[in-house]
């Protein structure tokens, strides 16, 4: 009850007492009482819905959010031609937009910065820094060429009353252009998100083209900050998709690294930022960075001595914003509600629209054409007849008279006429003044019926070839306005970068080898590594027990420790050379294997699990050493010989959970060792993957060969550089590879480039000089362009003869002959001294066999190359002394 409600009544009159309460007893029963739930309910949806529709998600039709389809129109409302300043331009679109001025300017800063509708004047803000645009009083902005080309007709376009009902604004614009992938959009509502990614601007042309010609296509992103993506989990842009984005780092000396190209979304303070805290967690090495952003991008990061580029580089890939994952969610407004399209569906709703678009254009043009020739047909029979002198339209009494007449007067002419000649077309006649009927000119008349008639029936073959003439639309579109707009995004495949094999090493693991403990805060026992916090260890026990377990402040692994180092995953080539007691009272044992693929923190034996079994000797071969031991037995009667040398060379690898082979059945005394041996394993099978452009063992890609300590590997680019490099496969190898090849001292290389100053083609023949920098096999001193590269000993050439001598026969010439080996720094010999077209390699009339050890392993191999054979197993008691 509201106090309100009540009335102080003296005491004793309870006569009005009665009468009060019976008053608000029925005031209260004519009042509609609603739940608080059901408010809720309907007002939360309504809140959604309008959100959805009215703020957050674009429309299918013409790609735009209402914010921004508002200001387009106010920007073409206020179109003069020149520039208008963005205070003015909010002002005005507050017509249509009821949210207020900061939403409507953050919206237009948007739109201008895409450099794609809005042409900018003033400081609009750095997509790349983050730096924000200047105050709307001192920036402006005006439509460009292009927007005014696809995205306004007013003829075409369907209107609605503004919120206020003052003023009529678009349903949608009429865009003629897949304008929602150009720009991309992001936008959250209540209960769903929207976010497509922007894509290329002649990518999206051609695949409406490939469309409309019933042809397949593709699309992927391609973003303003440039960069790399792997677009191979992309799913056509819909819910469950993911793209992996990265910055583009070249590597400038030993010692510096460049970042050129960010991902997308991210600006060059926020990239610093994280690169500062992972240096900060000791996830990285760095000295300094410098940011020198200005028109491009540059953040020049200076590296601590000793510490590799290339780790460098995927460690910035695997702990910063270097490398980012971006999940799109492509939702779009269509039939006045939300739905889920793939960049596919969105591309030929697109397609179709802006060929709709254009055959309603074309049909409001013939109708315009229409008119404009019967208004025409009837002003000229109306004065080559000299309507207006007959006594009935002189004479006539009244408009209606008159009217009548000339309607009369028309009726031999109407089968001439392509519509009913109706009394409002001979309305029009009458407002003809004389001068203009004295100045007529038969002549032009014709000519203007003529040049109309013309037009119509261009206008009905386009609409009859309507998909031909919308295909010649977008390629004008793409002819007039795509230059400039090449793809700034290189799509390529990632490769899977582990952050354990690049952190850099920020901690100090210590032991206490007797009473079983291991981690990195046993400052005061043995120290035994530099690891990192993300690091695994391998520990193996005297009793032949062996685990995996991450690194920690202190954990406990057991007692009697022997062997405990950081472990990486998957390394084959590091060797286990294991001698061990099986039992009490057993056979020694002797086996070598390789550890990898274990589950973190579950024991494993190195023997075969034998109670009381113990390890005699363990060594760890990082390159698959195998040495000599020299043992000595415990005397026993009639054992006469009590020395024994032992060589593990002889003994082949196996599985970890191998038994091993036997090495004496008595007892030994001590166990030294005698020689250091060397790799059993030979050299390091190398692939090169050209879709990751990275060196692998996995045999993907092409192989390139097998790999010793001293052998090297060479790349040539397009840029006139090779460089040599060390069989490590962290290398990152720079832009525009064109050759990769494992290095051979003294091979000789054929080159053709043309010189741009000269203007002519030269060739010159070489041998590399080794070195660990880039060296430049193209002139230094003059603009050159690669043309070819050949590594053929007698390398054949055919020249073909373009410009003026295109007429010229062709050309062959053997380059052994043509020109000698020279330095790789030499100019070379002009090729020739016409016109040259293409230079194209023939097949050679002579080869320099020379027999080669680099071929692909055939057959099943193992992780190592090296071919496994099926009888290769163990059988018992192999390889035991005769003792």
Same mark, same amino acid.
């Given at each position: 009850?509201?106090?309100?409600?009540?009335?102080?009544?003296?005491?004793?009159?309870?006569?009005?007492?009665?009468?009060?309460?019976?008053?608000?007893?029925?005031?209260?029963?004519?009042?509609?009482?609603?739940?608080?739930?059901?408010?809720?309910?309907?007002?939360?949806?309504?809140?959604?819905?309008?959100?959805?529709?009215?703020?957050?998600?674009?429309?299918?039709?013409?790609?735009?959010?209402?914010?921004?389809?508002?200001?387009?129109?106010?920007?073409?409302?206020?179109?003069?031609?020149?520039?208008?300043?963005?205070?003015?331009?909010?002002?005005?679109?507050?017509?249509?937009?009821?949210?207020?001025?900061?939403?409507?300017?953050?919206?237009?800063?948007?739109?201008?910065?895409?450099?794609?509708?809005?042409?900018?004047?003033?400081?609009?803000?750095?997509?790349?820094?983050?730096?924000?645009?200047?105050?709307?009083?001192?920036?402006?902005?005006?439509?460009?060429?292009?927007?005014?080309?696809?995205?306004?007709?007013?003829?075409?376009?369907?209107?609605?009353?503004?919120?206020?009902?003052?003023?009529?604004?678009?349903?949608?614009?009429?865009?003629?252009?897949?304008?929602?992938?150009?720009?991309?959009?992001?936008?959250?509502?209540?209960?769903?998100?929207?976010?497509?990614?922007?894509?290329?601007?002649?990518?999206?042309?051609?695949?409406?083209?490939?469309?409309?010609?019933?042809?397949?296509?593709?699309?992927?992103?391609?973003?303003?900050?440039?960069?790399?993506?792997?677009?191979?989990?992309?799913?056509?842009?819909?819910?469950?998709?993911?793209?992996?984005?990265?910055?583009?780092?070249?590597?400038?000396?030993?010692?510096?690294?460049?970042?050129?190209?960010?991902?997308?979304?991210?600006?060059?303070?926020?990239?610093?930022?994280?690169?500062?805290?992972?240096?900060?967690?000791?996830?990285?090495?760095?000295?300094?960075?410098?940011?020198?952003?200005?028109?491009?991008?540059?953040?020049?990061?200076?590296?601590?001595?000793?510490?590799?580029?290339?780790?460098?580089?995927?460690?910035?890939?695997?702990?910063?914003?270097?490398?980012?994952?971006?999940?799109?969610?492509?939702?779009?407004?269509?039939?006045?509600?939300?739905?889920?399209?793939?960049?596919?569906?969105?591309?030929?709703?697109? #397609? !179709?629209?802006?060929?709709?678009? =254009?055959?309603? *254009?074309? &049909?409001?043009?013939? $109708?315009? @054409?229409?008119?404009?020739?019967?208004?025409?047909?009837?002003?000229?029979?109306?004065?080559?007849?000299?309507?207006?002198?007959?006594?009935?339209?002189?004479?006539?009494?009244?408009?209606?008279?008159?009217?009548?007449?000339?309607?009369?007067?028309?009726?031999?002419?109407?089968?001439?006429?392509?519509?009913?000649?109706?009394?409002?077309?001979?309305?029009?006649?009458?407002?003809?003044?004389?001068?203009?009927?004295?100045?007529?000119?038969?002549?032009? #008349? !014709?000519?203007?019926?003529?040049? =109309?008639?013309? *037009?119509? &029936?261009?206008?009905? $073959?386009? @609409?009859?070839?309507?998909?031909?003439?919308?295909?010649?639309?977008?390629?004008?579109?793409?002819?007039?306005?795509?230059?400039?707009?090449?793809?700034?995004?290189?799509?390529?495949?990632?490769?899977?970068?582990?952050?354990?094999?690049?952190?850099?090493?920020?901690?100090?693991?210590?032991?206490?080898?007797?009473?079983?403990?291991?981690?990195?805060?046993?400052?005061?026992?043995?120290?035994?590594?530099?690891?990192?916090?993300?690091?695994?260890?391998?520990?193996?026990?005297?009793?032949?027990?062996?685990?995996?377990?991450?690194?920690?402040?202190?954990?406990?692994?057991?007692?009697?420790i022997i062997h405990a180092t950081v472990f990486k995953r998957n390394d084959e080539r590091t060797i286990y050379n294991v001698v061990y007691r099986d039992g009490l009272n057993g056979d020694i044992m002797a086996k070598r294997c390789a550890i990898s693929g274990l589950t973190r923190d579950k024991e494993y034996d190195l023997t075969k699990g034998t109670e009381n079994s113990r390890i005699l000797h363990l060594s760890v071969n990082l390159n698959g050493e195998a040495e000599i031991l020299k043992i000595t037995l415990k005397p026993r009667p009639r054992l006469r010989n009590l020395h024994i040398d032992y060589d593990f060379s002889q003994l082949a690898i196996k599985g970890k959970a191998s038994q091993g082979n036997i090495l004496t059945r008595y007892a030994i005394h001590r166990i030294e060792l005698?020689?250091?041996?060397?790799?059993?394993?030979?050299?390091?099978?190398?692939?090169?993957?050209?879709?990751?452009?990275?060196?692998?063992?996995?045999?993907?890609?092409?192989?390139?060969?097998?790999?010793?300590?001293?052998?090297?590997?060479?790349?040539?680019?397009?840029?006139?550089?090779?460089?040599?490099?060390?069989?490590?496969?962290?290398?990152?190898?720079?832009?525009?590879?064109?050759?990769?090849?494992?290095?051979?001292?003294?091979?000789?290389?054929?080159?053709?480039?043309?010189?741009?100053?000269?203007?002519?083609?030269?060739?010159?023949?070489?041998?590399?000089?080794?070195?660990?920098?880039?060296?430049?096999?193209?002139?230094?001193?003059?603009?050159?362009?690669?043309?070819?590269?050949?590594?053929?000993?007698?390398?054949?050439?055919?020249?073909?003869?373009?410009?003026?001598?295109?007429?010229?026969?062709?050309?062959?010439?053997?380059?052994?002959?043509?020109?000698?080996?020279?330095?790789?720094?030499?100019?070379?010999?002009?090729?020739?001294?016409?016109?040259?077209?293409?230079?194209?390699?023939?097949?050679?009339?002579?080869?320099?066999?020379?027999?080669?050890?680099?071929?692909?392993?055939?057959?099943?191999?193992?992780?190592?190359?090296?071919?496994?054979?099926?009888?290769?197993?163990?059988?018992?008691?192999?390889?035991?002394?005769?003792?």
């Amino acid at each position: 009850m509201n106090m309100d409600d009540l009335e102080i009544i003296p005491e004793g009159n309870e006569e009005e007492e009665n009468k009060q309460e019976s008053e608000i007893t029925e005031r209260h029963k004519s009042t509609h009482v609603t739940k608080l739930s059901g408010m809720y309910r309907d007002w939360f949806l309504d809140y959604a819905s309008y959100v959805i529709l009215e703020r957050a998600v674009p429309h299918i039709d013409d790609g735009l959010k209402p914010v921004q389809r508002r200001i387009l129109h106010s920007m073409r409302r206020l179109d003069d031609g020149r520039y208008n300043k963005v205070a003015n331009i909010i002002g005005h679109t507050m017509q249509f937009h009821p949210h207020g001025d900061a939403s409507i300017g953050d919206a237009l800063v948007q739109i201008g910065q895409k450099d794609l509708l809005v042409d900018t004047q003033g400081n609009w803000g750095n997509i790349h820094t983050g730096d924000g645009a200047a105050a709307p009083r001192y920036i402006e902005a005006r439509l460009t060429k292009l927007a005014l080309d696809i995205v306004f007709n007013p003829k075409t376009t369907k209107w609605k009353s503004s919120y206020d009902g003052r003023n009529k604004e678009p349903i949608t614009l009429p865009v003629k252009f897949p304008l929602l992938l150009a720009q991309g959009v992001e936008g959250i509502a209540v209960g769903l998100a929207s976010k497509i990614l922007p894509h290329n601007f002649n990518e999206l042309i051609d695949a409406c083209v490939a469309y409309l010609e019933g042809k397949s296509f593709e699309l992927y992103p391609d973003f303003p900050t440039g960069g790399m993506v792997d677009v191979s989990r992309y799913n056509d842009g819909v819910r469950g998709g993911n793209i992996r984005v990265r910055a583009r780092i070249n590597k400038i000396d030993s010692k510096t690294l460049a970042i050129t190209e960010l991902p997308f979304g991210r600006t060059t303070s926020s990239l610093i930022d994280t690169i500062v805290k992972a240096n900060d967690k000791e996830k990285i090495k760095l000295r300094k960075i410098d940011d020198n952003t200005a028109g491009n991008v540059e953040i020049l990061i200076h590296l601590a001595p000793g510490i590799s580029p290339d780790v460098t580089i995927d460690a910035l890939y695997a702990f910063t914003d270097c490398e980012i994952s971006i999940s799109p969610n492509s939702c779009v407004i269509e039939n006045n509600k939300p739905c889920f399209l793939g960049v596919t569906n969105i591309l030929k709703h697109s #397609a !179709d629209r802006t060929r709709e678009l =254009l055959k309603l *254009e074309l &049909e409001i043009r013939l $109708n315009e @054409l229409g008119e404009e020739w019967h208004k025409s047909s009837l002003e000229r029979i109306f004065i080559e007849e000299r309507m207006y002198k007959k006594p009935g339209y002189e004479n006539a009494a009244s408009r209606e008279d008159a009217l009548a007449f000339l309607d009369e007067c028309f009726v031999p002419f109407k089968k001439k006429f392509r519509r009913e000649i109706t009394l409002d077309d001979i309305a029009t006649l009458l407002e003809i003044k004389m001068g203009r009927i004295l100045k007529y000119n038969v002549l032009k #008349a !014709d000519e203007f019926l003529k040049a =109309l008639e013309a *037009e119509m &029936e261009e206008v009905k $073959n386009n @609409l009859a070839n309507i998909v031909p003439y919308t295909i010649n639309y977008f390629k004008q579109i793409k002819k007039k306005y795509g230059k400039g707009r090449e793809r700034k995004t290189e799509i390529r495949n990632f490769d899977t970068i582990e952050a354990v094999q690049v952190a850099v090493a920020n901690e100090k693991l210590y032991i206490n080898r007797e009473e079983g403990f291991i981690g990195t805060g046993l400052k005061k026992e043995e120290f035994v590594c530099d690891c990192s916090d993300i690091d695994d260890i391998i520990v193996i026990r005297r009793d032949g027990k062996y685990l995996i377990t991450k690194v920690s402040d202190k954990s406990f692994v057991g007692k009697e420790i022997i062997h405990a180092t950081v472990f990486k995953r998957n390394d084959e080539r590091t060797i286990y050379n294991v001698v061990y007691r099986d039992g009490l009272n057993g056979d020694i044992m002797a086996k070598r294997c390789a550890i990898s693929g274990l589950t973190r923190d579950k024991e494993y034996d190195l023997t075969k699990g034998t109670e009381n079994s113990r390890i005699l000797h363990l060594s760890v071969n990082l390159n698959g050493e195998a040495e000599i031991l020299k043992i000595t037995l415990k005397p026993r009667p009639r054992l006469r010989n009590l020395h024994i040398d032992y060589d593990f060379s002889q003994l082949a690898i196996k599985g970890k959970a191998s038994q091993g082979n036997i090495l004496t059945r008595y007892a030994i005394h001590r166990i030294e060792l005698k020689e250091e041996g060397s790799s059993t394993l030979g050299g390091l099978n190398i692939w090169f993957d050209e879709d990751v452009v990275r060196l692998n063992t996995d045999k993907r890609g092409r192989f390139l060969g097998e790999f010793r300590s001293n052998d090297r590997i060479i790349a040539f680019y397009n840029t006139g550089n090779y460089c040599i490099y060390k069989p490590d496969i962290a290398t990152h190898f720079e832009d525009g590879l064109i050759k990769l090849e494992k290095f051979i001292p003294g091979k000789i290389y054929t080159v053709v480039y043309f010189d741009i100053d000269q203007k002519y083609h030269y060739i010159k023949r070489f041998e590399v000089e080794e070195g660990d920098r880039l060296q430049f096999f193209l002139p230094e001193d003059a603009e050159s362009e690669f043309v070819m590269l050949t590594d053929t000993r007698f390398a054949r050439l055919k020249i073909e003869f373009g410009g003026k001598n295109k007429d010229r026969a062709d050309e062959e010439i053997d380059a052994d002959e043509f020109i000698a080996v020279k330095g790789f720094k030499a100019k070379g010999k002009r090729l020739s001294n016409y016109s040259v077209k293409r230079v194209i390699e023939l097949e050679p009339l002579k080869t320099d066999d020379v027999p080669s050890d680099d071929k692909e392993p055939e057959g099943e191999t193992d992780q190592l190359g090296n071919p496994i054979n099926p009888d290769d197993e163990y059988t018992g008691e192999q390889m035991s002394l005769n003792l």
